[in-house]
């Protein structure tokens, strides 16, 4: 849940970073790396104290041609340079990367970023993921009973503009939905003024920030024709949803369904270690999840554990109702037999696009909907001394059919759905989470694809119905 995009004049030392930043950012992140190296492993789940081995920073750059442009720029450039600039220029070095899911988290970023883990934050109620056609954010998720919620905020409405500031964003730029969530998120019982684009229209919503818990999993029953459905909605994967998927699969189980349905439409993704649990509940043990292709070596996830270069596994996560995390085989010993399909449109990534070709693969599961986002690449968050966090892009991950759908690779881009439905640009505004299910025409056709009795009538759409 990130958003927000500081608006503010910036002095030209945008010039000189792209010089200096490559540079003397390198000399910073190598001292720091090398010295406090813990790994605090956001998308694999694992710690590791193992100073990085790098090449020593004279190597790397001129330091005395850099040090040369430093004391100039501090002794004879016009604009005087105040305070340590180690913030600016290692989050510009980050945006010179060109890696949209790299950035550099201040202590109280980080602070922020392993709440939201947690499934709680302070904010408006909402999920965002950047547009890279329209280069827009882009709101996918309106929780319920939130502050966004309550105002009338809608999925698919793009931020444009936080108090009144217009927001842009350079070619270059690469945290902007940090950016913009820091502009958002504040202050408990504070407000801010969101102005969105909704089709022609701008609409300034005045929102009041508030504690937010965001469940990641919505369950609900449906029948029709005799035959009963059970429908699961996974809105993320954090560290509280395993407990209640598990849950949702078992309560599927019992309570007479013929079929259940995993919606994973506008889930940005996740944590590799909790998808990787999911899946263990779903498919049989050991069955292989995904390569990882790292700069200099190849590992698997397996059912039930990781299995590292070694041979050796580590079992799967668990969460406690406490919220304490542990690992065992508690999801091990169990597979889905029932059938199901799963729901993506454009707005599934990482770990949804995980979850759903696991499934397709191993043809657990039937696809409906549309092409997904196309992110096949994982992030490690490595701790640096003083509370401060780089997260950066390690690895590509690979499902069990081979073909890796990162937008950055030479595959195809996203997963194609099995039973294809577009929703024309009205239907992409519905809150997925208030929709009935009888007039969500991707549902219904996963309903239709799975049932063994009477079909649900195809809702018409807007324009069909003019």
């Not at 010295?35 to 790397?60: G, W």
């Not at 549309?370 to 001394?385: L, P, R």
Request: glycine share 8%.
């Amino acid at each position: 849940m990130k958003g927000g995009l500081l608006v503010k004049k910036t002095i030209p030392l945008w010039f000189f970073v792209l010089i200096l930043v490559t540079s003397m950012l390198l000399t910073v992140l190598v001292t720091f790396l090398v010295t406090h190296a813990e790994v605090s492993a956001r998308y694999q789940n694992m710690t590791t104290a193992e100073p990085i081995v790098s090449a020593p920073a004279s190597t790397l750059f001129d330091v005395p041609r850099v040090e040369g442009v430093l004391n100039r720029l501090q002794s004879s450039w016009v604009h005087p340079i105040e305070g340590d600039l180690t913030d600016f220029l290692i989050e510009r070095l980050m945006i010179g990367t060109g890696d949209v899911y790299s950035n550099y988290m201040n202590a109280e970023e980080y602070a922020e970023y392993n709440e939201s883990y947690f499934g709680n934050f302070v904010g408006i109620g909402v999920s965002v993921q950047w547009d890279s056609e329209a280069r827009e954010i882009r709101i996918v998720n309106v929780f319920p009973d939130s502050p966004a919620d309550e105002v009338g905020f809608c999925p698919g409405d793009a931020i444009v503009a936080v108090e009144g500031d217009r927001l842009s964003f350079a070619p270059t730029d690469t945290d902007m939905l940090d950016r913009v969530g820091d502009l958002i998120r504040g202050e408990e019982v504070t407000f801010v003024n969101v102005t969105v684009r909704r089709g022609e229209e701008e609409i300034t919503y005045r929102t009041e920030r508030r504690a937010v818990t965001t469940p990641t999993v919505y369950t609900d029953t449906f029948e029709h024709g005799g035959v009963k459905a059970t429908y699961v909605m996974i809105t993320g994967f954090d560290y509280t949803t395993p407990l209640a998927f598990k849950q949702a699969v078992d309560d599927a189980e019992a309570n007479g369904s013929e079929m259940i349905l995993f919606d994973l439409r506008n889930n940005p993704g996740g944590l590799l270690s909790v998808v990787s649990t999911m899946l263990t509940y779903l498919v049989e043990d050991d069955a292989l999840l995904c390569t990882t292709e790292y700069q200099k070596s190849e590992s698997e996830v397996r059912a039930g554990g990781y299995v590292k270069e070694d041979g050796l596994s580590t079992p799967t996560l668990t969460v406690s109702e406490n919220g304490a995390i542990s690992y065992n085989q508690a999801y091990a010993d169990h597979t889905l037999t029932m059938p199901c399909a799963v729901l993506i449109n454009g707005s599934s990534a990482s770990a949804a696009e995980l979850f759903t070709s696991v499934l397709r693969d191993y043809k657990v599961a039937t696809l409906v909907g549309e092409n997904s986002f196309g992110k096949g690449c994982m992030q490690v968050t490595y701790t640096i001394a003083g509370g401060y966090a780089l997260k950066l892009t390690v690895a590509y991950y690979t499902p069990p059919c081979g073909v890796n759908y990162d937008k950055m690779t030479a595959g195809p881009v996203g997963i194609a759905p099995d039973v294809e439905v577009i929703f024309s640009e009205e239907e992409k505004k519905q809150n997925l989470y208030a929709i009935d299910h009888r007039v969500d025409r991707q549902f219904v056709a996963a309903f239709n694809t799975l049932t063994k009795g009477e079909a649900l009538p195809i809702p018409e759409t807007e324009t069909e119905s003019q």
